[in-house]
């Protein structure tokens, strides 16, 4: 048993905690029920709760959202029209996210896999963040794609 300072009381029977709670106006609330005996703090609930609800957002904020990117990139796009998309993927991996990078085919492009692999291939090392594939490049709808995090 904990009172309201913080102070360990020891070991108390549920009706002598219930009636020290409720002598100083406060709630008896159940910190750790897995041990024996079970962990009792006097406390107001209210407060408690307040706490928990702090807690848990604090840890919220803490864990980072890695959420999957996409650059699109065409293989008959210009040389400087490639460095702009390279250029956002090294963004979007700087700030923790993975990257899908996908080469779109249209039309009779799509009959000459080999050379849409290669651009693919080509535009990778463009990506001036040091980086990992995570994925092999695969055929998939229309194009290749492949997924790339940040080295560690």
Same mark, same amino acid.
């Given at each position: 048993m904990i009172? #309201?300072?913080?102070?360990n =009381? *020891?070991v108390?029977? &549920?009706?002598?905690?219930? !009636?020290?709670?409720? %002598?100083? *106006? =406060?709630?008896?609330? %159940?910190?750790?029920?897995t +041990?024996?005996?079970p +962990?009792a703090?006097?406390l107001?609930?209210?407060? &408690?709760?307040?706490? /928990? %609800? $702090?807690? @848990? !957002? $604090?840890?919220?904020? @803490?864990?980072k959202?890695?959420?999957?990117?996409?650059?699109?990139?065409?293989?008959?796009?210009?040389?400087?029209?490639?460095?702009v /998309?390279?250029?956002k #993927? #090294?963004? &979007?991996?700087e %700030? *923790?996210? $993975? +990257?899908? +990078?996908m080469?779109?085919l249209?039309?009779?492009?799509?009959?000459? $896999?080999?050379?849409?692999?290669? !651009?693919?291939?080509g &535009?990778?090392?463009?990506?001036?963040?040091?980086?990992?594939?995570t994925?092999?490049?695969?055929f998939a709808?229309? *194009?290749?794609?492949t997924?790339?995090?940040k !080295?560690?």
């Amino acid at each position: 048993m904990i009172d #309201a300072d913080g102070k360990n =009381l *020891g070991v108390l029977s &549920f009706g002598e905690a219930l !009636k020290k709670a409720s %002598e100083q *106006g =406060l709630d008896l609330i %159940e910190v750790t029920s897995t +041990v024996t005996p079970p +962990v009792a703090r006097i406390l107001s609930y209210d407060k &408690f709760r307040y706490e /928990k %609800e $702090k807690e @848990a !957002k $604090k840890q919220r904020h @803490a864990e980072k959202v890695m959420e999957l990117k996409h650059v699109r990139i065409t293989p008959r796009a210009a040389k400087n029209d490639l460095e702009v /998309k390279a250029k956002k #993927a #090294a963004e &979007f991996l700087e %700030e *923790g996210h $993975k +990257v899908e +990078v996908m080469i779109f085919l249209r039309g009779r492009e799509k009959g000459n $896999k080999e050379w849409g692999l290669q !651009k693919l291939k080509g &535009f990778l090392p463009m990506i001036t963040v040091p980086h990992v594939m995570t994925m092999e490049p695969k055929f998939a709808g229309r *194009g290749f794609v492949t997924q790339i995090e940040k !080295k560690k």
